[in-house]
């Protein structure tokens, strides 16, 4: 789910840029301390949206920055349980795919693709064996979050299934609409 969470922190400026606009330089102290940044609380840190307040500048001893107590807003990617996403397969390996969600990676382990006996060919398409769907690379999925990991801060892991009803390809999606569709019309 994406989120603009209002953030208050001390933000260092650096000695080196004193002469410049303070705003300005703690734009570039924001930019440099949360793009990109990844914790279990906050999710995956996207961006800065806005800085609505910056205090008054403080000098610590035996530091040569400056602190400014800043009340700012980010924009953040954090997956949660059971949560549906879209995205679109990145990777096709022989043990699953990777389906991009916003700004990282969800793995789809092999056996959580389809509800078939699904084989990985050497042209890098996973390919139910009694359904004939395949899955490759670009292909425009839907799937559920089923696990997430901060375990290791610096790789988290997000576990996801296509296994469930209204889930997987979006082109299964739609040939499974129109069978739906079909048999109200046959009533």
Same mark, same amino acid.
């Given at each position: ?16 840029? #004193? ?52 009340? #700012?807003?980010?924009?953040? #990617? ?41 084989? #990985? ?67």
């Amino acid at each position: 789910m994406f989120y603009e969470i209002k953030i208050k922190e001390h933000i260092r400026v650096a000695p080196t840029q #004193f002469g410049d606009d303070i705003k300005e330089s703690v734009i570039n102290s924001l930019n440099d301390s949360f793009n990109g940044y990844v914790s279990e609380d906050l999710g995956f840190v996207i961006g800065i949206s806005n800085i609505d307040k910056i205090g008054e500048g403080k000098i610590l001893p035996e530091d040569g920055g400056v602190y400014y107590e800043t009340t #700012f807003s980010v924009f953040t #990617f954090k997956p949660e349980l059971q949560e549906i996403v879209v995205g679109r397969i990145s990777e096709i390996t022989n043990f699953g795919a990777f389906l991009e969600i916003g700004p990282v990676e969800g793995m789809i382990h092999i056996g959580q693709t389809m509800d078939d006996y699904v084989s #990985f060919s050497k042209e890098n398409v996973l390919l139910g064996k009694e359904s004939k769907k395949t899955v490759k690379v670009n292909d425009i999925c839907r799937a559920r979050i089923i696990a997430i990991s901060y375990k290791d801060i610096t790789n988290p892991k997000i576990g996801i299934t296509m296994r469930q009803p209204w889930l997987g390809n979006v082109n299964w999606i739609k040939e499974d609409l129109e069978k739906v569709q079909a048999r109200k019309e046959e009533k």
